[in-house]
T-cell receptor, first 111, second 112 residues
Framework: GEDVEQSLFLSVREGDSSVINCTYT??????LYWYKQEPGAGLQLLTY?????DMKQDQRLTVLLNKKDKHLSLRIADTQTGDSAIYFC???????????FGPGTRLSVLP | DTEVTQTPKHLVMGMTNKKSLKCEQH?????MYWYKQKAKKPPELMFV???????INESVPSRFSPECPNSSLLNLHLHALQPEDSALYLC???????????FGPGTRLTVT
């Protein structure tokens, strides 16, 4: 079945860039997403990328997709303490039946 | 309005109780989802409704019963739950199935 993997923890200093990585196995993935979850809250959609794109930039966020290696990354520029959260990578094929989340990466931002 | 709302925020119920979780969106989305999330784990898909019809049931026990009364509302009826069903229950919606999903804040359920 489909599988999405992420490293579980990442610590960075405030002001540095954070790079959160994700690998997936389903080559038919149509969309790839990044969600942010703060403690006790629901998931906030940060950004997404279509599988026919290789890069998307949105303010401090840059998503890179290497479809050949099935590797997705999220770069957060100028990381702030408010960016501390769990970041989930997710993939879906058509019709939502294959919407699969990674285990989440807990980002800690140190002052 | 780009919000998915869920009520209640917290729910404590006994194993013999019957309760319902509610989810609402007014974005005109035609796909709605229920997820279950245990602590320190990613959300797990339970049900998908597409155009008010149940399209996916991920082998969820019958003590969870979803209902979609109209295109804006999604309910999850709970009956005879077990303590291991305690979790955060998240509702999400998307324009159509397969599009990006927008999540509600969740209902934190405790079964005693």
């Amino acid at each position: 079945g489909e599988d999405v993997e992420q490293s579980l923890f990442l610590s960075v200093r405030e002001g540095d860039s954070s790079v959160i990585n994700c690998t997936y196995t389903d080559s038919s993935s149509t969309y790839l997403y990044w969600y942010k979850q703060e403690p006790g809250a629901g998931l906030q959609l940060l950004t997404y990328i279509f599988s026919n794109m290789d890069m998307k930039q949105d303010q401090r966020l840059t998503v890179l997709l290497n479809k050949k290696d099935k590797h997705l990354s999220l770069r957060i520029a100028d990381t702030q303490t408010g960016d501390s959260a769990i970041y989930f990578c997710a993939e879906s094929g058509d019709y939502g039946q294959n919407f699969v989340f990674g285990p989440g990466t807990r980002l800690s931002v140190l002052p | 309005d780009t919000e998915v709302t869920q009520t209640p925020k917290h729910l404590v119920m006994g194993m013999t109780n019957k309760k319902s979780l509610k989810c609402e969106q007014h974005m005109g989305h035609r796909a709605m989802y229920w997820y279950k999330q245990k602590a320190k784990k990613p959300p797990e898909l339970m049900f998908v409704y597409s155009y008010e019809k149940l399209s996916i049931n991920e082998s969820v026990p019958s003590r969870f019963s979803p209902e979609c009364p109209n295109s804006s509302l999604l309910n999850l009826h709970l009956h005879a739950l077990q303590p291991e069903d305690s979790a955060l229950y998240l509702c999400a919606s998307s324009q159509v199935p397969g599009d990006e999903q927008y999540f509600g804040p969740g209902t934190r359920l405790t079964v005693t």
